[in-house]
């Protein structure tokens, strides 16, 4: 384990931080760090849990940290993370927690996000997404909570929103385009 959480730290990340191979969990959040994240990061094939929100964090997030197939928790809130939601955060199956609100991210929410089987909270919220949601999402059966707030989303919600979701305590999709109908749940 790694943590510095809530230091004062500035600076980049190091690309080094790839040397600690063995690295399970990361935590470099509430501090001042910026830049872009290290590609090395995705060397760090052991880690289950990475959170790095809110710092200064700029750039694209990058693909290589969608090749840790063990990670189950990834929060990189509360930066200014630019750029696509790539695809290949479908390839992360242990997922539990994906938390990436309050970014730039924009583009359409890759309908790869419905591969997280595992997923029990996703926030996409205040960022610049557009497009519709992805019906799958809501047939993610583990999910507790999802958050897709103040983005550019459009588009209907889906009928079925509430039948593929038993374990839902949270749908929060304020300050969108949606339109049409409320669904029966």
Do not use: C, W
Request: hydrophobic share 40%; net charge negative.
């Amino acid at each position: 384990m790694f943590s510095v959480e809530n230091n004062s730290f500035g600076g980049f990340i190091p690309a080094s931080i790839s040397n600690m191979t063995n690295l399970e969990f990361l935590t470099l959040s509430f501090n001042n760090l910026e830049g872009a994240i290290p590609d090395e990061i995705g060397h760090l094939y052991n880690l289950e849990y990475l959170r790095m929100e809110r710092n200064k964090l700029t750039g694209s997030i990058p693909l290589s940290i969608f090749n840790i197939s063990s990670l189950q928790t990834l929060y990189m809130s509360n930066n200014m993370l630019e750029g696509p939601l790539p695809r290949e955060v479908g390839k992360l199956a242990m997922l539990d927690l994906l938390y990436l609100g309050y970014n730039n991210l924009k583009g359409v929410i890759p309908y790869e996000v419905s591969n997280l089987s595992e997923l029990e909270g996703l926030s996409l919220s205040h960022n610049d997404f557009n497009g519709s949601i992805p019906v799958s999402i809501f047939n993610i059966s583990t999910l507790v909570y999802i958050s897709l707030t103040e983005n550019h989303i459009s588009g209907n919600i889906p009928s079925t929103i509430g039948h593929g979701l038993p374990n839902v305590q949270g749908i929060f999709l304020d300050e969108n385009n949606i339109t049409g109908v409320l669904p029966s749940f």
